[in-house]
């Protein structure tokens, strides 16, 4: 074989990129045994547990014994020591080394050692007391092919016989390796991030690890399932702000648009923060992020607020309603379980309309006498009869016009604002009796609980409803879950910003923004095109994605249809919690990428367990509390990989905003020119 050969191959750069440790002096499919030596491992910088080791047959210094057949390395991690054959003499000659060197006693009884005091020092001088077995699991070979660099996550053969030299790979080398295998090489570069960096162990006295690269391929994430488990501080939400910014980054550098939703129970992906280096994710650049958040009106933050007299809300506006109602009182009960939310409209339901659209105006009455502010403008009907108007209008003062048949609208409707709204229902309340007099159904069971309210005739009445007015806004401009879904489907990042609701109407706000997601994808799916790709963030995932929340919810529930069929709409859920054991088996079963912290107890690492080689780190899992040090096993990734990841900072941030600038220019509509 000539110089040529042993040039092209591409395992010999990181061969060369690595220190020589040991030799390999038993072996057999799952594990080889490695002979070393202090001085070799203290050259290498040490062998920690799980550190990666390269075994190799190859001279690969040596053009002329170089065997192409013999052109592979196994790649190996380290596990633990192992007993060498001759350990027992061994540990014989350190301990009588050590008690000589602890007490300086040259008279030491050397009858329990082997040799004499010079055979001892003899086995001395020649560092023989330094070697040490090392045991290590086979992960698998790297080989090449014409169509190059290949990994098998096994061995096709072993060699019992001394043949191998086993490499400790430094960091770039190490940056190699995992391009060649943790990647899929059918896709470009520009897919590819770093995530952060190998870690072996949690001590790291000084670590040259920062350029052994942890690389990721963005496809895995984008449109998969990624679930990030760890303790309470360990990092999830870092990772999530890393992902984020590296998938707008290859979004722009790639040319596609893939929105991304992140719910923000803190504020800390919205609001500049000290923990995020003084900046936030929001910061990336304004034409592409929009946060909303309760109350809205700063700088381009956006309101979650809603129209609470916009009639095709009502559904929305009576859910918040009804949650933030939580006193057990009888009046409030009656008022919960009416119905103000109208069937849409067709010839044979007129009835029922009507009684609804009665409903939702006794309602509307309520909320005005609550303060809430109607819109410029505002126009509402009352279903009403040619008998109840006549006993209105009978109550009227003088000076004030008759109710009236609206010329426009369902028969019997009449349009009023919002004075001649309260006018109307204030008379029907205190005059019940001619009204039913008139028309003994009219006032039914759910208008009566909207009089008590709207007439303060138990507890505090409408009052109750004050405090809702900070989820109203007047002059909302169209339905937010709608407007929220168009700036995905361009590629935007939309932050929810959720620190000021309740924790009820906070889960209702980000449930019927991912229902509309989910709906409008599946729209897009069912009528032949391909949805757009977006990617969902949720913490406290097992709240959500839990057994008991996928088993308890109907078909239709969003949340079941993210577990279950998200990647066919083309939606990547990327979801954290601290309790793998809380998510449902179904959703474990179909996450792609699992990047694991520290977790607190063995029922978790277990769980972990039946999913890859988990139990592998399973001390390392419990034990490790540093932040960001994580266990990572990627879609394309052949195996689980120690990671310390990346600080999402200033640095990041910039970059993303300048790449954006650099493809876009500044302003969104040169960004939709171009794309
Ligand atoms: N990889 C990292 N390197 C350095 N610091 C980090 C890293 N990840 C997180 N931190 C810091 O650790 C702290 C906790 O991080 P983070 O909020 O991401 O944890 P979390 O697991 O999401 O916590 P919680 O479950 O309480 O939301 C923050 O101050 C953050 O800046």
């Not at 010999?12 to 020589?20: A, K, N, Q, T």
């Not at 660099?149 to 390796?177: C, M, N, W």
């Not at 923990?275 to 304004?286: F, K, M, V, W």
Request: with cysteine; aromatic share 10%.
């Amino acid at each position: 074989m000539d110089e040529m050969a042993l040039d092209d191959q591409a395992i010999r750069p990181i061969i060369e990129g690595s220190d020589l440790v040991g030799g390999i002096y038993y072996m057999n499919y799952d594990e080889g045994v490695i002979v070393s030596n202090d001085k070799w491992k203290d050259d290498a910088g040490g062998i920690p547990r799980h550190c990666y080791l390269l075994a190799t047959a190859t001279d690969w210094e040596n053009p002329d014994e170089f065997e192409e057949e013999d052109a592979y390395a196994v790649l190996l991690r380290a596990t633990g020591p192992e007993k060498l054959p001759a350990e027992d003499d061994l540990m014989k000659v350190r301990e009588e080394a050590m008690r000589r060197k602890i007490t300086n006693d040259t008279g030491v009884d050397t009858r329990n050692v082997p040799g004499s005091s010079e055979e001892i020092m003899d086995v001395l001088t020649k560092n023989e007391i330094q070697f040490s077995g090392i045991n290590a699991k086979i992960l698998g070979t790297i080989y090449e092919t014409d169509d190059g660099v290949q990994f098998g996550s096994d061995v096709e053969t072993f060699y019992s016989s001394a043949r191998y030299k086993v490499y400790k790979p430094r960091p770039e080398a190490l940056s190699k390796i995992f391009q060649l295998i943790q990647l899929d090489q059918s896709e470009s570069d520009d897919s590819v991030i770093r995530l952060g960096r190998v870690r072996y162990t949690s001590t790291e006295r000084n670590s040259e690890l920062y350029d052994a690269t942890v690389p990721l391929d963005i496809n895995d994430v984008v449109g998969n399932k990624t679930a990030l488990f760890g303790m309470t501080r360990t990092g999830k939400s870092n990772t999530m702000k890393v992902l984020a910014t590296n998938i707008f980054e290859h979004a722009v550098e790639t040319d596609q648009e893939i929105g991304q939703l992140l719910f923000d129970p803190a504020g800390e992906y919205a609001n500049v923060n000290t923990q995020d280096d003084e900046t936030a994710l929001a910061d990336i650049h304004d034409d592409v992020v929009t946060v909303y958040s309760w109350g809205g009106g700063g700088d381009d933050v956006e309101s979650l607020q809603i129209d609470f007299f916009d009639y095709q809300q009502i559904d929305e506006v009576w859910q918040t309603i009804k949650l933030h109602l939580t006193r057990d009182r009888d009046y409030v009960n009656s008022f919960k379980a009416a119905n103000p939310v109208a069937p849409e409209q067709q010839d044979d339901n007129r009835g029922e309309v009507n009684e609804a659209v009665r409903c939702q105006s006794a309602l509307y009455a309520c909320l005005i006498r609550a303060g809430f502010e109607t819109p410029n403008g505002f126009s509402t009907p009352i279903p009403t009869n040619v008998n109840v108007r006549n006993a209105v209008n009978a109550h009227l003062d003088d000076n004030d016009p008759d109710f009236e048949n609206s010329d426009f609208g369902p028969s019997g409707w009449s349009f009023v604002d919002e004075n001649r709204l309260e006018e109307f229902w204030d008379i029907v309340a205190n005059n019940r009796e001619d009204i039913n007099n008139a028309d003994e159904d009219w006032i039914t069971n759910d208008v009566e609980a909207m009089l008590t309210m709207f007439n303060q005739e138990a507890g505090n009445g409408y009052q109750i409803l004050e405090e809702l007015r900070r989820y109203h806004d007047p002059g909302t401009q169209g339905y937010y879950p709608d407007i929220i879904y168009d700036s995905l489907a361009d590629g935007d990042i939309v932050i929810v910003d959720l620190t000021s609701g309740t924790d009820e109407i906070n889960q209702r706000i980000s449930k019927t923004i991912v229902e509309r997601v989910v709906e409008r994808q599946v729209d897009m799916f069912t009528n032949g095109q391909e949805p757009h790709n977006i990617e969902v963030y949720v913490e406290e995932a097992h709240r959500l994605f839990g057994s008991d929340y996928l088993d308890d919810a109907d078909a239709t529930d969003p949340y079941v249809r993210l577990a279950k069929e998200a990647a066919k709409y083309n939606i990547g859920l990327i979801y954290a919690t601290q309790e793998v054991s809380g998510v449902d088996g179904r959703v474990l079963a179909n996450t792609a990428n699992w990047i694991v912290t520290h977790l607190n107890n063995r029922n978790e690492t277990k769980e972990l367990s039946r999913y890859y080689n988990f139990e592998d780190f399973e001390r390392l899992t419990l034990e490790a509390e540093d932040v960001g040090f994580a266990r990572v096993k990627t879609l394309s990734g052949q195996f689980i990989v120690p990671t310390q990841i990346d600080k999402f900072d200033q640095d990041l941030i910039t970059r993303a905003g300048n790449r954006y600038e650099q493809r876009y220019g500044d302003g969104d509509s040169s960004r939709q020119e171009t794309l």
